[in-house]
């Protein structure tokens, strides 16, 4: 048990210091936490063994050397994490306040400011004389790093206060790294270290990115990388700080203004970022609520959360609460689900897709992350593979966040085994053996064997039937690999040969089953132009693509038969796209298999070409995003086509409005910043119905 205490101890204070100092975290945040959790667990099975340098007893990291240190007039607090992650957590956090409080049942709901938990680094900052003098990090609560030469780089962060402030304050918040600004800074690290510029170094995370920007000796520096920030709590500096508690100093002054929302409007009007997402609710039902809401729109958000924060709005009830351990009582923070987790490889394997590129996947041990089980994650292409340099045994980070698949963020080399392998992309397919080359440019090895190669085959069925193209309800991926490697599928139109004496000799394959294949082949004969182009799968067509050829050339005869020349005239194709379609009509099995379709009865409707181009939106481009109040997504979409508008996933100069609902992130913020007109619901309803 020594050992294990001795042990975890060594072990979290090396992950301390690489994550607070180096800003080069050594693993993910729930890792860390399980490993804090077990040593406090023994702590308090055994207190006569806490030292006072046990990682339990501290708050932050001890600041860097090469910084000014700086004491805390106010001491910075830590915030008690619920361990009930499940929306109960919000109930035992409510019911400890009511009890502490001693409120009865008879008593009315606690009023809350629900905030969102930041995922970046804490601030502090000092107004003189409404002069922004001093930053400074949390350190370990009590004294901490000068970082204002870098603080005063970030735009957002006023230099000074207007008259309706008081003169001396100090306001707290988080710094840190939108997503998008993340990327791009990675994109631009990832650029020099290609150029040979080998100090440079790519960020794990935006908080990683944002902590290392915060901590620069070099001000230029930390000016290039974009921080944001948002306030969250107010402190006034108390004459005799020795005198006061704790609590009672960080509390100094505040009830004058009576509530933490009022606190937050103050912050506000004083030109400070206050989150649009922090709200007063009432009681358990109402912290339930919010902690619903965020989740939801959580992978929404331009930046990265771990979590939501519930406070007691009023002043008066946190005073009475107090605070342990160096956390208030009044606060606690409440996490999602990790997205990042620890894992070992089993395999690594290459996939082949539907245009024969090969992917490299990991195969992973299953864990818990994102909220799902998760047992592959993407290496993406031989580059990326290579960069992160993931081997089989390994033991690697993995991330899953919202929708998007889940992936590899990077190895722990201190783990890794002697004789680990380094992955090589193979020279031929592993379905066909076909060669697989890559192009020059390219990022992606392709398999040459086309059609010929039973996984393209499999994908491009899968695409076929895909519910926006034909839309073959019952044909999914197992059985699609059945007919395949059962030789009763080779090319799209035996799907409309196959026969039920046929289909039930499959497999686990029922009466009922069989009959229902059958009726949605049926169905899926009759189609619309724009979903056939796009499930004959060109690369580079997609559902938008397909649509504007259709709209264009009005048949599928026009389709194939049209020049480089007319395939430029369309909107929005170019060079790429028209090569790619002649490309594949010009391959007679190609345009066999259109023929062979029609064939077996696969008809659709044709129009006139050009006859939508006298539609109200004719030449008119839509972005949709965020949660509209009564439409779907795809109802919107539907609306804005009939009137003959093209919607789009991304905002450019050529977007002629924004469809936007709730929670609206980067998209929106494009939109306003290139100044494009943006529309609500009841817009839309409005433009559509107009003549
Ligand atoms: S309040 C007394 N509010 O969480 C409570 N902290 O505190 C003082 N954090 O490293 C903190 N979002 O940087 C508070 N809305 C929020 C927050 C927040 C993120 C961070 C803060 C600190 C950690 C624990």
Redesign the pocket.
Known sequence: MLDRLVQLRQQLQLAGHHYHVLDDPLMPDAEYDRLFRELQALEAAHPGLITPDSPTQRVGAAPMAAFTQVRHRVPM???HTETDISEQGAVQFDARVRKQLQLNDTDPPVNYVA????D???ISLIYRHRLLVQACT?GDGETSEDVTHNIRTIGQIPLCLPDSAPAELEV?G?VYMRRDDFESLNERQRKCIAEGLKHEKTFVNPRNAAAGAVRQLDPKIAAQRPLSFYA??LHFHPDAAHTLSPVEA?LNGLQAFGSHQQVLTALKDWGFPVSEH?RQVNGASGLITFHQEIAALRDSLPFDIDGV?Y?VSDIGLQARMGMVSRE?RW?V?HKYPAQEELTTVLGIEVQVGRTGKLTPVAKLAPVFVGGVTVTNATLHNEDEARRKDVRVADTVIVRRAGDVIPEVVSVMLEKRMQDARIFTMPALCPVCGSLAVREDGEADYRCTGGLFCSAQRKQAILHFAHKRAVDIADLGEKLVDQLVDAGLVNTLSDLYKLGFSQLSSLERMAEKSANNLLASLQRSKLTTLPRFIFGLGIRHVGEATAKDMARHFGSMDAVMDASMEQLLTVNDVGPVVAQSLRTFFDQSHNREVVEQLRACGVNWEESAPGARLDLPLAGHTYVITGTLPTLSRDQAQAMLEEAGAKVAGSVSKKTTGVIAGESAGSKLEKAISLGIPVLDEAALMALVKSP
Request: charged share 25%; no cysteine.
């Open positions: 607090l830590s915030i905030e969102l938990k930041f970046g680094l804490a949390r707290r988080e969250y709590a960080t922090s924060v406070k208030p606060a923070a």
